[in-house]
């Protein structure tokens, strides 16, 4: 089972960015989907976007046009380039295949 490892969470003030990163062991070029979710606090995981081993991507409507995912099949990793973040964007982001990753907190300050 591959083994997930997000990173690259943290404080930002509205308007900001920040990359996350989900190294991932055992090879994620046969995975067809990579996906990110996020959690708010007292609201239910939500898909914010997914990558095929294509490169075909899918974005939740709240971050089209501000975060873009990617996968590096030759390194194993996926990643979230998150721009223009906002309060609502508060959460702690998982990196998803065939597993869950831990999750990184990702804290927009207004």
């Known amino acids: 089972q591959v083994q997930l490892v997000e990173s690259g969470g943290g404080l930002v003030q509205a308007g900001g960015s920040l990359r996350l990163s989900c190294a991932a062991s055992g090879g994620i070029f046969s995975i067809s989907v990579m996906s990110w979710y996020r959690q708010a606090p007292g609201k239910q995981r939500e898909l914010v976007a997914s990558v095929t081993r294509g490169g075909s991507t899918n974005y939740a409507d709240s971050v089209k046009g501000r975060f873009t995912i990617s996968r590096d099949n030759a390194n194993d990793t996926i990643y979230l380039r998150m721009n223009t973040l906002k309060p609502e964007d508060t959460a702690v982001y998982y990196c998803?295949?065939?597993?869950w990753g831990q999750g990184t907190q990702v804290t927009v300050s207004s």
């Open positions: 998803v295949s065939t597993s």
